[in-house]
């Protein structure tokens, strides 16, 4: 297939947004969470179901009630506290390493001064804490704060090869830059979650509901399965 153009990219974007506003609604943004709540769910939910990462997010308060006490709580009582989410041997650590470099740098346990700096300086404040990448940091920024930055998620990142708004061998950084490049910035929160809520519930890693789909005239990894049922029929 050949590539498309930028003006046809964003063409197909457009459609795209107004074809899943049309389908689930326009997401109003709103806060989700406290910023450095939102920094350690975010640790907490990588390779994990939101479910899981919600578990091990309130087991974590119910046993530390404050940031200080899960900074300085023995590691291996922090990492049974959140072993629900899975990899808490890596995933205790870095919380710690989080929160002692947000409390040595500012004095408490307090990210409410990235509101008021610009994205690419806040992204680079945050990626600079072990274990944290641009996908956390550029959620942190957008929901916490509504910064104009687009999180890609194993959903996003699936749903955007198919549609072939990137390569199939693009990563989660190059799609988040492509949908940057191809949306207003004021489209980023409520597309970032239909895609997310489209990948759970219609263009699924597995068994995609390609027959139901309303961007299938705009996809052609759906088209391509459609046709591949057709012939197998009888």
Excluded at 47 to 61: G, P, W
Excluded at 144 to 162: A, G, M, Y
Excluded at 190 to 212: D, F, Q, S, V, Y
Aim: positive net charge; proline residues 7%; charged residues 25%.
């Amino acid at each position: 297939m050949a590539e498309e153009t930028n003006a046809a990219l964003q063409d197909k974007a457009a459609l795209i947004y107004r074809r899943l506003m049309d389908y689930y609604g326009k997401p109003t943004w709103r806060a989700h969470y406290e910023p450095l709540d939102e920094l350690v769910l975010t640790i907490l939910s990588q390779n994990t179901t939101d479910v899981n990462s919600e578990k091990a997010f309130r087991h974590l308060r119910d046993l530390f009630p404050t940031w200080e006490e899960v900074m300085q709580a023995p590691l291996p009582a922090l990492k049974e506290a959140v072993r629900i989410a899975g990899l808490s041997n890596q995933k205790a650590p870095r919380i710690q390493a989080a929160l002692r470099r947000i409390y040595e740098q500012e004095g408490q346990f307090d990210l409410s001064f990235l509101s008021t700096m610009p994205v690419e300086e806040a992204e680079t404040w945050l990626t600079a804490i072990h274990g944290v990448g641009h996908k956390t940091a550029s959620i942190v920024l957008l929901f916490c704060f509504n910064k104009p930055t687009f999180p890609v998620d194993t959903h996003v990142l699936r749903v955007s090869k198919r549609l072939g708004i990137v390569p199939d061998n693009a990563n989660a950084y190059k799609t988040r830059k492509q949908w940057e490049v191809l949306v207003p910035a004021g489209w980023y929160y409520p597309l970032h979650l239909n895609i997310i809520r489209h990948g759970r519930e219609t263009c699924k890693a597995r068994k995609p509901l390609c027959h139901r789909c309303p961007l299938l005239s705009l996809c052609p990894f759906g088209q391509a399965v459609i046709a591949k049922d057709s012939m197998s029929l009888p």
